[in-house]
C-alpha cells in the first residue's frame, strides 16, 4: 500500500473577499473585472502638465516645461497639484507640480530672459542678442526647439517651437517661447508672446494655459510676463472616478474622463 509520509503538501491557497493568496492568470483577472470582484491597486492616469513661461525684457521669455506620460493615484489618498504662474518681466516662470503614488512630477518653469532670450523649462536655449545690424532681442526658448537669432536690419529672434498633446482628443500645440523685441519684433510661437517692434509700441504676453515666454521689448513700455501652466489628467472611467478640490473643467474621450487644471488643489481617486 502506498502512502504519501515523506511527501509534503503545502497550504491551500486563501479564497477569501478580503484577501486571495491564490496565482491569477490574465483570464482570471478579466473575468473578476467584469464581475466587480477585483481591485487594482490604484487608479492609472495620463497626464499632461506644463509649467508657467519665463518673462521678457529685450528678449523673449523661455517657454515653460511641457512633461507627458503616465502615473498612478493610490485609492482615497490626497495628491497635491500646483499649476505654476508665468514669470513677469526678467522674471523665471514658477514651476508646476503633480504628486502621484510613485512621487512628485514636475515640469520646470521657463527661463528670464535679457537681451537674449530666456531658456526653456525643457532645456532650450534662447537665441543671443544681435548687434550692430542685427541689434534686437533673441526669441526665446521652446519646449523643443531654441529661440531664433535676430537678423539683418534689426529683425528679432522668434520663440522657439512648442510640443504638441492631444490628451482631451483634439491636438494642440503649447509652450513656445516668447518673440524678441527689435525694429521688427519678432512673433511668439505657440502661445508665447509677441516681440515689441520699435519703441513704444504694444508687446505680447504669453498665452494663459500655454505656458508660453513673455514677448521682449525695444523700449518704453514694460515686457510681456509668461504664460500661466496648466495640467491635464484622464483616466479610464470604467476604472474609477476622481476628485479635484481646486478649479477644472471636465471632458470626454472615448473610454476616457479627463480634468483640465487651472489651480492648485488636491486630487482624490475613488473606486468606481
Known sequence: MSSNEYGYVGPFPTQA???NTGIFNPIDITSLLQRNEY???GLPIEYTIIAGG???SGGGGGAGELLQGTASLAWSNAYAVVIGGGGSNGVVGN?????HKGGVITADGGGAASFAGGTSGSGFSGGPGGSGQTFAGGG????SAVGGTPTQYERAGAGGAGSAFSITGSSSTRAGGGGGG???GGSGTHGGGTGQTQYGNPVGSGSGGYGGGGGGVRGGVTPGSGGSGRLWIRWVAA????AFTGSKSTFTTGV???????SAGNLTASLP
Do not use: H
Not at 526665446?140 to 519646449?143: E, H, K, T
Not at 476604472?239 to 476622481?242: E, K
Open 17 to 19: 473577499i478580503a484577501a
Open 140 to 143: 526665446g526658448g521652446g519646449n
Open 256 to 262: 476616457y474622463e479627463g480634468f483640465e487644471i487651472t
Open 239 to 242: 476604472d474609477g472616478d476622481v
Open 39 to 41: 481591485a487594482l491597486e
Open 54 to 56: 519665463g518673462g521678457g
Open 95 to 99: 514651476d508646476s507640480t503633480l504628486a
Open 182 to 184: 527689435g525694429y521688427i
